[in-house]
Every structure is written in structure tokens, then in C-alpha cells.
Nanobody, 125 residues
Framework: QVQLVESGGGLVQTGGSLRLSCAASGRTSSLVTMGWFRQAPGKEREFVAGINWIGSRTYYANSVKGRFTISKDNAKNTVSLQMNSLKPEDTAHYYC??????????????????WGQGTQVTVSS
């Protein structure tokens, strides 16, 4: 089993920045890909960014390219999402997911085997 705990959400004004963190524990040696997703009320869970477990490859949704950066601290088993130039449309509950199999589209929420409880990000206009 793997446990994921997100932190770092909050309220920020348009143009501001936040840094989200996802701490992974348990059988992390089995993990292949980590991803950040978000879900706004009444909407489906949406891919934001992904990274392979060793941190050598990153993936981004078009809507966040150039504004968000995903990174991994291998020593701490932590995946971070630096979010800059935030917009009101970035408001959502952000979730961290972990995939143990690999070889599947990282932007699909259905490939992820483990999820954290999420953290709320609210961007005011």
C-alpha cells in the first residue's frame, strides 16, 4: 500500500503563486508515475501535471504549461507542484495520484492506483 498526503493549498489572488506538496509513504518502490489532478465543483477530474518516479520526465496540461512546474525530491519521496501566475480558473481541489504499473496515458485519472485526500486552491479575482 501507498499513502499520499497533499499540503500547501490556500487562498491567493490572481497572479499569485502557491506550492503544493505530495508526500508518498509505504511501498513507494513500486511506483512508476505521479500525477497532479484537479477537480472543480460539477466538473470531472482534470489532469494538471505528471512526472515519472525518478523525476526525469514531466508532462503538463496545455492550460498550465509555462505557469506550473512539477518536480520530485527523491530523497524525501515528495512531489511538488509550483504554481505561478494563478488565475481564477485554476480554482479547484487538487489531488495527487500514484501509478504502480506504468505504460499508460499519464493524463488519465483511471490509471492511478492511489490518491491523496486533496488540498483546496482558491484564486480570487
Amino acid at each position: 500500500q501507498v499513502q499520499l498526503v497533499e499540503s500547501g493549498g490556500g487562498l491567493v489572488q490572481t497572479g499569485g503563486s502557491l506550492r503544493l506538496s505530495c508526500a508518498a509513504s509505504g511501498r513507494t518502490s513500486s511506483l512508476v508515475t505521479m500525477g497532479w489532478f484537479r477537480q472543480a465543483p460539477g466538473k470531472e477530474r482534470e489532469f494538471v501535471a505528471g512526472i515519472n518516479w525518478i523525476g526525469s520526465r514531466t508532462y503538463y496540461a496545455n492550460s498550465v504549461k509555462g505557469r506550473f512546474t512539477i518536480s520530485k525530491d527523491n530523497a524525501k519521496n515528495t512531489v511538488s507542484l509550483q504554481m505561478n501566475s494563478l488565475k481564477p480558473e485554476d480554482t479547484a481541489h487538487y489531488y495527487c495520484g500514484a501509478d504502480r504499473d506504468g505504460g499508460r496515458p499519464v493524463d488519465s485519472p483511471y490509471i492511478y492506483d492511489y490518491w491523496g485526500q486533496g488540498t483546496q486552491v482558491t484564486v480570487s479575482s
